[in-house]
């Protein structure tokens, strides 16, 4: 039996600091960025379809400037609604490809790393639904320390997202990312212990 779990968090939540503890307590982590840049590889339906709508967006040697198309669609809801249709289809096929491997492997849990679970509507692929989340201060501190984003920009992309306590509101479990790295692994550990109690201890 393989559990599939869709790990999410707004951004700088250390989202991806728990899908690496968990990867090392066993599980199988898909990168939904992965999954997006193989979507847009070159010879790909999705990037030929970009190509047509935004083909500024296109470098020379044929490869996509992901820079350039999020600043396209960053602030223009449409635009990203024309995107998402052009790319989440393909996303979605990879994942269930990357899933039927993974069950028949036999992994008992899969870890679905997905930024915008919530936002592209994706929690009926996932068994479970684990949310990391961190105090709005502590978010942006790290965007504008870590990063090297202004407040405004850190601001922006924070508001992008859908508010965190919603998202908490709709977890089966969530992880409070707000202290140092052992209370942070604890509390993956407890979570870990219910998604896969007879791994305990990892």
Known sequence: MTTVVGLTGNIASGKSTVAAMLAAKGATVIDADVLAREAVAPGTP?????????????????????????????????ERAALDA???????????????????????????????LFEAKRMRDVDVIIVVDAPEALRRARLTGERGLSEAEADAMMAA???????????????????????????????WDALAPSDSGG
């Not at 508010?163 to 409070?176: C, D, H, L, T, V």
Request: cysteine-free.
């Open 161 to 191: 997202q859908m508010p965190a306590r919603r998202k908490r509101a709709a977890a089966n479990f969530f992880i409070m990312n707000d202290a140092d790295r052992p209370t942070l692994a604890a509390r993956v550990d407890a979570v």
């Open 86 to 116: 052009i790319v989440h289809p393909r996303v979605g096929q990879l994942f269930r490809e990357r899933v039927a491997d993974a069950r028949e492997r036999g992994a008992r849990v899969v870890v679905y790393d997905v930024p915008l």
């Open 46 to 78: 999705a990037l030929a379809a970009i190509a047509v709508r935004w083909p500024e967006t296109i470098r020379p040697d044929g490869t996509l400037d992901r820079a350039a198309l999020r600043s396209i669609v960053f602030t223009r809801p449409a």
